[in-house]
C-alpha cells in the first residue's frame, strides 16, 4: 500500500520523491530490478547464515562472526578491484558473471552444507563464491544504473539505487525467514528450502543483469540531457 502511495504520488507531483522518468532509461531499469534482487538474496545470506552458525552448528557468536569474515572481505577486495575488470570486459559481462558467482555459492551451500560441521569444504567455498560475486557485480551496477543518467540526476539516481537496497534487503530477509515455518534451527537441512531462495534471487538478478546490455544507447530521450559520457557495455 506504501509503495503504490508513492507511486501515485511520484506520477503526479511537480517535484516527486522518486523521478519516474528515470526508469524509462532501460539500464537504468535493468539495473534497479538486478540490485533489487541481488540485495533480496545477499541480505538473507547474512541472516540465514549467521543463524545457521550459532543455531545448527552451535558456534559462539564470536566464532560465527570469524568465520563469516572472509565472505565480505573477499567483497570487498574484489570491488576494489572491479574497476579494471569493468573496463577491459564491459559492465554487463562483469554483472552477469558476478550474480552467475553468487547463484553458484548459494547453490553450494544447499548441496553440501548440513548439521555436519565441516567449515572448511562446505560453508568457507560458499561464503568465498557470494562475496566474490556480489563484490562483482555491486560497484557495476551502480555504473551500469547511472551511465545513461544525466549529471543533473545523478544524486536521485544515486538514492533510488539506495533504496532499492535496502527494499530488497528487507523483503529477501522477510522471504527467508518464511521458508523456515515451524522447523528448528538446529536442525541443518531446515535451512536448505532457503538457501534455494536465495539461489532463485541469484538468478533472477543474473538474468536481469544480462538484459542491460539489451537497450541500445538513446542519442536524445525525450526526458533528459543526454551529453554525459558512455559506459562500456559488455
Known amino acids: 500500500a506504501l509503495a503504490y502511495v508513492v507511486f501515485r504520488r511520484s506520477s503526479r507531483h511537480a517535484v516527486p520523491i522518486v523521478e519516474l522518468s528515470l526508469f524509462r532509461v532501460r539500464s537504468f531499469a535493468a539495473a534497479m530490478t538486478s540490485t533489487g534482487l541481488l540485495w533480496a538474496g545477499y ?61 553458484f555459492g548459494a547453490l553450494w551451500q544447499s548441496a553440501f552444507i548440513d548439521g555436519a560441521a565441516d567449515y572448511a569444504s562446505a560453508f568457507l567455498p560458499a561464503q568465498l563464491l557470494i562475496g566474490i560475486g556480489v563484490g562483482l557485480t555491486l560497484p557495476t551496477l551502480v555504473a551500469i544504473a547511472l551511465a545513461e543518467v544525466p549529471p543533473t540526476r545523478f544524486s536521485t539516481g544515486a538514492a533510488v539505487f539506495s533504496t532499492f537496497r535496502a527494499i530488497g534487503s528487507a523483503l529477501g530477509v522477510a522471504a527467508w525467514v518464511a521458508t523456515l515455518g515451524t522447523e528448528p534451527i538446529t536442525a541443518g537441512q531446515s535451512f536448505n528450502t532457503g538457501w534455494n531462495l536465495i539461489a532463485a534471487f541469484a538468478a533472477l538478478a543474473t538474468v536481469a543483469c544480462a538484459l542491460t546490455s539489451v537497450a541500445p544507447v538513446p542519442t536524445k530521450p525525450a526526458a533528459f540531457d543526454t551529453r554525459t559520457p558512455q559506459l562500456q557495455r559488455g
Open 43 to 103: 541480505g538473507a545470506v547474512l541472516a540465514s547464515s549467521s543463524l545457521f552458525l550459532t543455531g545448527s552448528w552451535r558456534y559462539s557468536i564470536l566464532r560465527a562472526g570469524l568465520a563469516l569474515a572472509p565472505g565480505p572481505a573477499a567483497l570487498a577486495v574484489v570491488a576494489a578491484i572491479s574497476g579494471g575488470l569493468v573496463i577491459r570486459f564491459g559492465a554487463t559481462r562483469m554483472a552477469t558473471v558476478g550474480c552467475a558467482l553468487f547463484t
